[in-house]
């Protein structure tokens, strides 16, 4: 058991971890059947997925992805860079070493994802919300039967 | 069914467990996607840390590559909290009146014109606008630290949320209305595509920022290109703004964008 863990789980417990929240998400959003609580299980979801991704570009030992600023004759560096591009080898500033900060393509894609989470999130409540102005009710098996039932088109 | 559930939950989970084996190690900064693959050259990311600051000068990555790289991305992004606002709006908003109006002698729009309040109107006062003016620094300096118009927008939003949770809807809706917010959101989109399309007149493409540089007077076009990152991420954050108090307004009140809570 100590050797599977060493072995299998402690290299790769970011994965682990998302796994298991994203069954937990999975779950509720399969066997809950209120629909307020299948819109958690679809956040826990979500964050499963985020906890994924910005696990993925991080560095052992590197900073957060934002490069320290040119502190002093920033618009006379303007152009040493202009020309920098073309002679590689003859700089101002040293270039940031792609090792020492943690991926930023990550973060980048996951803030798209929180927003695209918050919008269908908003939506979704909105949704239950004239759900519930109709059926009196947010439980999914007692609003099929009253479809069912025909009591809704009346 | 709930044992159904637990089959499929388990099969999925076991899967994904068999596939991590192969995923990279934590912290690996050799992974495919920090490191970029074998005899292919460098990743993306790779590019990004080390080219960002010398095309656009600046500091913070993340922006730059939400902004400018990915300025497409970014902009469709901002489309779909509108389309969100716009979904709500059409699913929940009840235009016509249909209960009594609302005891207007009762009804005082300011902060703390009710008696009992006055310890949430002092609060309120004292605090949102702490929270609007660090809502504006995380904006404007969403490309020199951490922060954008998205993290700022949504600052912004809660503050006038909390504007209507301490009182009441109306006098949230009274300082920030239907009209207003509305207005703010699809200003926002347009100043997004508009330093897009400003970059099209110089004959350049579809958000190429670098194309702007005569209009903001810069030495180079890598200045240029951060200063219509700042402008970009104002046009996020407006619209950020706007919808995120409008969906709170929509869901609090039922769509009548009265009483709330």
Known sequence: MREFIENFVQPHFNYWAYVIIMMIGLWALIAKRNLIKKLIGMSIFQTAIILFYVSLGVKDGATIPIAPHHVAGDHADAHDSEHAESHDDHKAHPKPVADDYSNPLPHVLMLTAIVVGVATLGVALAVSQSLFKDFGTLEEDEILEQIKSGDYYD | ?261
Request: charged content about 15%.
């Open chain 2, 1 to 261: 069914m709930k044992w159904l559930a637990l089959i499929a939950v388990i099969a999925t989970g076991s899967l994904l467990i068999y596939a991590v084996s192969d995923f990279p190690d934590w912290g690996s900064a050799s992974s495919p996607a920090n490191g970029g693959v074998e005899g292919a050259g460098r990743s993306v990311s790779q590019t990004f840390i080390e080219e960002t600051d010398t095309l656009t000068h600046v500091p913070n990555i993340v922006t730059a590559v939400l902004a400018d790289y990915r300025g497409y991305d970014t902009m469709f992004e901002t489309v779909v909290i509108l389309a969100a606002g716009m979904a709500i709006f059409a699913i929940l908003r009840v235009l016509r009146d249909t209960e009594k109006p609302v005891d207007q002698s009762k009804h005082d729009p300011s902060i703390d014109g009710d008696h009992q309040r006055i310890i949430i109107g002092t609060t309120c006062r004292l605090l949102i606008p702490v929270i609007q003016l660090f809502a504006l620094y995380v904006v404007a300096h969403g490309h020199h630290s951490p922060g954008g118009g998205f993290q700022g927008g949504v600052i912004l939003g809660a503050s006038f949320i909390l504007l209507g949770l301490a009182t009441d809807l109306e006098t949230a809706i009274a300082r920030f209305s239907e009209k207003q917010f509305i207005g703010l959101a699809c200003v926002g989109i347009f100043i997004y595509a508009g330093f897009g399309v400003l970059g099209q007149f110089y004959g350049r493409g579809f958000l190429d920022y670098g194309a702007l540089q005569p209009i903001f007077m810069t030495d180079g076009e890598p200045m240029a290109r951060s200063h219509a990152m700042l402008g970009v991420e104002v046009g996020v954050a407006f619209t950020v703004t706007a919808i995120m108090f409008a969906i709170y307004a929509n869901l609090a009140s039922k769509g009548e964008l009265k009483n709330g809570l």
